[in-house]
């Protein structure tokens, strides 16, 4: 059994863009891709989404910040979050009337699932909730009016004052010390962070945590990159390091 969340391999296909049409990688370019942050998801997504007229000046706003973005889940930037907050509103707006009881073990953002209902099977547009028959165009438009709303409750009226890194903060705990009440937080990093759960540089997320639906809960801890050509080149490094000391 090898279960049905099968990765939809928007990594791999962004490996396979960056290393095409190179012969030769040195050491610089091979620890570059390990942190590319560059969302083929936005890339495969964003076409679909974009052509909308929203209502609200702070949804169209934000959407001009969409059509300009380079992809790129860069920790300084907000179009990260508006677009990572967009997609989560979308899905709740899309399957969670026909799904009712069940949405709640529907978890993840759902990409594929999201791009057939946008593309091929528009019918999951329309909300059973309603005597209209809403299109693709109208969720969207809701979708992103609810989420563009909800970011300017935690991060501030303007989305060029929003930063995926204040929601995609990297954990690093310690796991004896960093549960004691009051010092504990000393023993705790938590650090800003570029990527997503589709980035080479990966910070997945737990979209179904309500507290913390963006925080980046896995990623690379270990990082390497061997020249065969000459071991004593290679390069290392483990985040935030292993003494476990905080003054190290």
């Not at 296909?13 to 620890?31: C, F, K, N, P, Y």
């Not at 990260?80 to 026909?98: R, Y």
């Not at 709303?149 to 954990?171: E, M, Q, V």
């Not at 690379?220 to 065969?228: N, P």
Request: glycine share 6%; charged share 25%.
């Amino acid at each position: 059994w090898l279960g049905l969340n099968h990765s939809p391999g928007y990594r791999a296909t962004r490996i396979e863009d960056v290393l095409s049409g190179r012969r030769r990688h040195s050491t610089d370019a091979m620890s570059r891709l390990q942190i590319d942050s560059k969302s083929q998801m936005a890339r495969d997504l964003l076409p679909l989404m974009t052509k909308i007229r929203p209502t609200s000046n702070l949804a169209r706003g934000s959407l001009a910040l969409l059509k300009e973005w380079d992809r790129s889940m860069n920790r300084r930037k907000p179009e990260p979050l508006i677009f990572m907050a967009w997609v989560a509103n979308l899905k709740s707006k899309i399957f969670a009337d026909e799904l009712g009881e069940l949405f709640s073990s529907f978890s993840g953002f759902r990409t594929q699932p999201l791009k057939r209902a946008l593309t091929k099977d528009q019918d999951w547009c329309d909300d059973r909730a309603t005597k209209a028959t809403e299109t693709c165009e109208t969720i969207l438009i809701r979708a992103l009016e609810a989420a563009t709303s909800d970011l300017t409750k935690k991060y501030g009226k303007k989305p060029s004052d929003w930063r995926w890194g204040d929601a995609h903060k990297a954990r690093f705990d310690h796991p004896v010390l960093g549960r004691i009440p009051i010092i504990g937080a000393l023993f705790n990093v938590r650090i800003p962070a570029d990527g997503g759960s589709y980035t080479i540089n990966r910070g997945h997320m737990s979209p179904d945590n309500p507290k913390a639906p963006f925080a980046s809960v896995h990623g690379a801890g270990l990082r390497a990159v061997y020249d065969l050509s000459d071991l004593s080149k290679s390069r290392f490094t483990i985040a935030p390091a292993q003494s476990g000391n905080p003054l190290s």
